[in-house]
Nanobody, 123 residues
């Protein structure tokens, strides 16, 4: 599985960005997908995850109500809509996939990772 994240950039606080992640795999709808981020000097942390159907989602408390994860199985893509961005959301954002089990917020449960896309939120 290869994952390619895109959509990062520079935005002012209060603004929005939409991240995309394209997957090259024939059985895309078998995978749970997640977004993680790594802020400067911090460990990689969970942001959001979505199950294979798209009906079940899970968010970190820090982004709940501001970020929305979604997927399009026909396009082999997962998205992260980020609204009301804050300077503390500045990070490299990674998409990841896991093939076994349900939604997880644990980094080590995910098998494949994209290369990351940088989001910078200015105050």
């Amino acid at each position: 599985v290869q994952l390619q994240a895109s959509g990062g950039g520079l935005v002012q606080a209060g603004g929005s960005l939409r991240l995309s992640c394209a997957a090259s795999v024939s059985t895309f709808n078998n995978y749970v997908l997640g977004w993680f981020r790594q802020r400067p000097g911090k460990e990689r942390e969970f942001v959001a995850a979505i199950d294979w159907s798209g009906r079940h989602t899970y968010y970190a408390d820090s982004v709940k109500g501001r970020f929305t994860i979604s997927r399009d199985n026909a396009k082999n893509a997962v998205y992260l809509q980020m609204d009301s961005l804050k300077p503390e959301d500045t990070a490299v954002y990674y998409c990841a996939s896991k093939s076994i089990g349900g939604i997880s917020r644990t980094v080590y449960d995910y098998d494949y990772w994209g290369q990351g896309t940088l989001v910078t939120v200015s105050s």
